[in-house]
């Protein structure tokens, strides 16, 4: 019998499937966006695909592969997009999504299972207590709490709260290892560090408690300007504005709106750049104020007076924003694809000038502004008119001189996506959460490769990759 | 028959006082706190108290006075602490604090009457809604919203919102003017500035729609520090920690709050300097890690955890900051006084360093951290023992030469104790508003003396101060 075989045996009640189309299609996410991991990744498959329905049966699948050996890879939605979520040594994809009860909703916190949908947490916090999530990825409507906490960084809201691994944006991860007997952990406090963005390579998230926030009927609004500076001059002004409560400020470069947004071109021309933003209904009269103010901005659209001619079949606006524009870029030209740009404070608007004068229409702009800690800048998820893997590093680099880091979406691993360096927090975790390596392989360089330079410009190649390609 | 008695006669059936003694005593404020404004304005007093019960009657006061030439103060709470609601030149005291109706709660709304009390407007809000108002001063238990919009410029909660005149943290003002046939006007978006922060000066405030935001059984939490920098250090990085959510940072040099906190004495030594924080509760383990991050603070005292013959006695934190930690201070210490000073950004902490160096013990450091255009940074209200008028201007010349802008609070007039200059937009509204200048004369400079020289380092007097003297 094979580890495998014996693994099934172990588990024998709990949800499987092992249809291997079915199992290639869920260990899979959204790493086809780029061109880089496209080529890498696209063989990889896991062998079974498993369903708990609760933390008991969590606990059974780990204690099960732990015996037998099996990685086991965590997905909540697949919809990560840097191949998080994808097996890259096959194993156990441990589907979380029917862990999605909502358990408690109280002033300020939400408790939910790690597969909880993340705009249906928001529904029920909503319709019981008038509260919403403080934040939220642009795949608002598929994401689970549990990866975006795991694989996550921020989104619709970072404007307000910063980012996801700030202190205080997670209240408590319920974690379990990946030992002989796994443990049930209660992180709170500095403890989430070792966790948070981790791509699930040290443990199991299987209930998540976060701090909520007010929610509104926030008005989606698109601000139009001539010159994407002038956008760009707006929103970082408008982001300083302490008393406009705003969940989302996001410049485009034209002509990214009208080509990508098909549902709203109604509202744009080509050669106009805009800021999608989503606006508390009550700060509308002050918004339009801030708006007046500035002779280059055009209201185009906004969803609290538009007619219901105007808005049918339009999606959300934070479905324009984050890599929803990627995305929407993407299903019009496949042949793009994208960078996750820093602007350092206090010199943002001065550097995407200068990046923009260095590349115009190769590399249209696209920034989300977010708090970083306490002031307010702007992450780039600028479109690349890809030619080849060569060309995309040069762009890289000629960022890296700019003085704005990049966070590389073409890239597997947590280190080189992330700060370029060893997280000896999680890595210390992972050390007694999962001793022997099972967890989501291949994710964690400083694990896989204790050695590795990261100064080098080499890209890691994880050496468990091949075992898939068989 | 004279102008007051033909006024009497006008207004029959609105309640009017005048008793000498209470009609003097409606029309002090905290003046007092100011030695140099305990001085210039001990003697004001108003000639009647008339206490409208709604904005029909405050209509009809307003056309009456108009006929008569008698000059209208407004006033709430009086806690103002410059004299704002003080009548120069004698008349009516017009004393709103009979209309107090909260008239609606909507998500993020509240529409009151002015002369609701900001604490009964929250008491409201959270019982129907989970709901609060974004900031108060530290008179929130007795001050009027009306006199907070009109005087007042933030406080508690200034952290997350900014300051009370910045776009957005009002919704809208509703006004009656000073003429013959008085208008009422509903005030929106850009035109709020017209009448914010203006002492009345130019209209009455008859009702007031406001922001609300999600109220939280707020933590009081003090942690001490061995040097008021320390403390400094600690409040500028908390403040800058965008997923703790706080409403309060006061960083208090010692020996005031030992000093000055005679109920909070016990959990306080001399020698050490406090950040006064209220926290919200699910907040308080980020908040503990935080704390637990530098060796140099220690948590001293936290009311979610505090017994309850702990607690027995103890005002609310926000009542050891603001302006109340200098009331504190009167208290123990009458010869004190206090200033008003900005650290602009992104200096503050070296500023504040500076001007500690420079004063040390006689000024002794109270900083409130807030937001600002955005940033994180600090005002002063320092205490100061006070020994004459002419070491107190040295000691604001100082501050000057620094770097750090004085708001003086021993002025009486609107720009003295501002920007020291024109508010042109506030200055043509009152042409329009109240083209006899009837409104709280003396407050606006202006309109008083249009040839002013602000630049010139004189005080401003008013001639009709003269009257009050008789
Ligand atoms: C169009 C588009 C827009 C996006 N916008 C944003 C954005 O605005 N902000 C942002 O941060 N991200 C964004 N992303 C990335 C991704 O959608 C989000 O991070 C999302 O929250 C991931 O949730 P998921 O349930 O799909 O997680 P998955 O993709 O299934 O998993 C993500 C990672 O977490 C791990 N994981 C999942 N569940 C668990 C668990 N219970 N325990 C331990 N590990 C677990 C997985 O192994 C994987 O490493 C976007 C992606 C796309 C395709
Ligand atoms: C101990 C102490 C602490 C304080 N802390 C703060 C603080 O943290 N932040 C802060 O901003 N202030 C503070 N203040 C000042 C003051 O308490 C507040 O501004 C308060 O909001 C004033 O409200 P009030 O009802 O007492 O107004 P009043 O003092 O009655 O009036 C203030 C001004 O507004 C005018 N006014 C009042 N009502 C109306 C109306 N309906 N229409 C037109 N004009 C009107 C008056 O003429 C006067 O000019 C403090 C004062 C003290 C004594």
Redesign the pocket.
Known sequence: MSDLERLVQDIAGIAIEDNPQIVKQKSR??FW?SPVLKQQLDHVTGDLVVTPRNEAEVIQVLRACYAHDVPV?????????YG??MPLSGGVVLN?AEMRAVKQIRPGVVVAE??AI?SDIDEKAGAQSGQELRMH???YR???I???V???????GSINWGG?RDLGNVIRLRVVTMEAEPKVLDLQGEDLQKVLHA??TN????EVEMPLTASYDWVDVIVGFKTFMDSVHFADDLGNRDGLLLKEIAPIAAPLPHDYFLRHQKFLRRETSVVVCMVAPFAMDAFTAFVARNPRAELLYRSDTATDAEKKGLPPAYELT???T??RGLRVDPSITYLQVLYPFPNQVERVRKITELLGDEVPGHLEYVRFDGKVTCFGLPVVRYTNEERLNEIIKLHEDNGCPIFNPHRYTLEEGGMKQTDQVQLDFKRKADPKGLL?PG?MIAWEDPSYDFSSDKLFLFPGLQRGES
């Not at 795991?150 to 619709?156: D, E, T, V, Y």
């Not at 443990?203 to 299987?206: A, S």
Request: aromatic fraction near 10%; hydrophobic fraction near 35%.
């Open positions: 996410d959204f966006y890879t965590a997905r909540g939605a697949g919809t990560g997009n998080q979520a979380l790690a597969g993340l990825p642009s795949t598929t994401a689970t549990g990866g975006f795991a694989g996550g960084s921020g989104g619709i996801l791509y699930g443990g199991v998230i299987t984050w890599n929803h990627t995305l989501n994710k």
